[in-house]
């Protein structure tokens, strides 16, 4: 069995393509970069839980940040190790967990065996969906102008999405907006999810998480809030707009919320005292 951590996908590939310039359809085929996504099938403790179509890189990342916000670990310290394997044309990502928190994740799938499911995006019941996440602490508000700046440098640290135009991105800034972190990915919870296990790879204090904001390329759905509240990350900024229920997540669980951001313009949504200025 191949557990090499290293294990190298490429992120994008060549291809050849036509271009419509002003309604007409150029004769020669140029070069352009496509994104690659690969199945991901994530494994704890030798159970089959999940499998999606990411961007093949910061494996370790995701499957620890996905761990995290799905609630399924409560603390990266929960995680014993992670180990990738390359099969059927996707990467298996085995992650060792603790023994209490692979009782909770054998419970929680066995209440699920034989429900009816909801329909909502492949998870069986409602509470699943809306599952309980701490609020985020209070800390002091971030500058309004920091949090600007954050979203503004986020543009410059998307290389994949440079090259291939079909990727989301998450960052992190800390408190006086210079953003420290950033991670890419085909998908925008993926993106968020591989954030937020760098993060946890970062050991920071509680207080450092909630007065920082995490940026990001998307719209702001109820669960990238979520992730941005198991992460304790006060405050989310996102390009284009949030959904209802994330505003009434947003107000519930003390996360900051903006939107629309464009240059020095934006909206807040939820928790205007997570600003300053």
């Known amino acids: 069995m191949d557990t090499d951590p290293t294990l190298a996908h490429p992120t994008w590939l060549p291809a050849q393509v036509l271009r419509v310039r002003g309604g007409r359809l150029e004769a020669v085929q140029q070069a352009d970069q496509l994104a690659e996504e690969t199945p991901i099938a994530l494994e704890f403790n030798g159970i089959s839980h999940a499998t999606m179509l990411a961007t093949p890189a910061d494996l370790e990342d995701f499957a620890l940040g996905f761990a995290l916000t799905e609630g399924i670990v409560g603390d990266a310290h929960d995680v014993r190790g992670i180990e990738l394997r390359e099969e059927c044309d996707g990467v298996v990502v085995e992650v060792e967990i603790s023994s209490a928190c692979a009782a909770r994740l054998k419970e929680r799938r066995r209440a699920m065996s034989g429900r009816t499911g909801c329909g909502l995006c492949g998870v069986e019941t409602l509470p699943e969906v809306m599952r309980d996440v701490a609020p985020v602490g209070a800390a002091p508000a971030v500058p309004l102008?920091?949090?600007?700046?954050?979203?503004?440098?986020?543009?410059?640290?998307?290389?994949?999405?440079?090259?291939?135009?079909?990727?989301?991105?998450?960052?992190?800034?800390?408190?006086?907006?210079?953003?420290?972190?950033?991670?890419?990915?085909?998908?925008?919870?993926?993106?968020?999810?591989?954030?937020?296990?760098?993060?946890?790879?970062?050991?920071?204090?509680?207080?450092?998480?909630?007065?920082?904001?995490?940026v990001?390329?998307?719209?702001?759905?109820?669960?990238?809030?979520?992730?941005?509240?198991?992460?304790?990350?006060?405050?989310?900024?996102?390009?284009?707009?949030?959904?209802?229920?994330?505003?009434?997540?947003?107000?519930?669980?003390?996360?900051?919320?903006?939107?629309?951001?464009?240059?020095?313009?934006?909206?807040?949504y939820a928790c205007q005292e997570r600003l300053a200025g």
């Open 145 to 214: 102008a920091a949090a600007l700046a954050a979203m503004r440098a986020l543009r410059d640290r998307q290389p994949l999405h440079a090259a291939t135009g079909a990727t989301h991105a998450a960052g992190w800034a800390d408190a006086d907006g210079r953003l420290q972190v950033v991670r890419e990915d085909v998908g925008r919870h993926n993106a968020l999810d591989k954030l937020v296990g760098a993060l946890a790879r970062a050991d920071l204090g509680a207080a450092q998480r909630a007065g920082s904001v995490i």
């Open 216 to 268: 990001v390329s998307s719209r702001a759905s109820f669960e990238m809030v979520q992730k941005t509240a198991a992460a304790g990350v006060g405050l989310l900024a996102a390009v284009s707009a949030p959904t209802a229920l994330a505003q009434r997540l947003s107000q519930r669980l003390g996360v900051g919320l903006m939107g629309f951001m464009r240059g020095d313009d934006a909206t807040i």
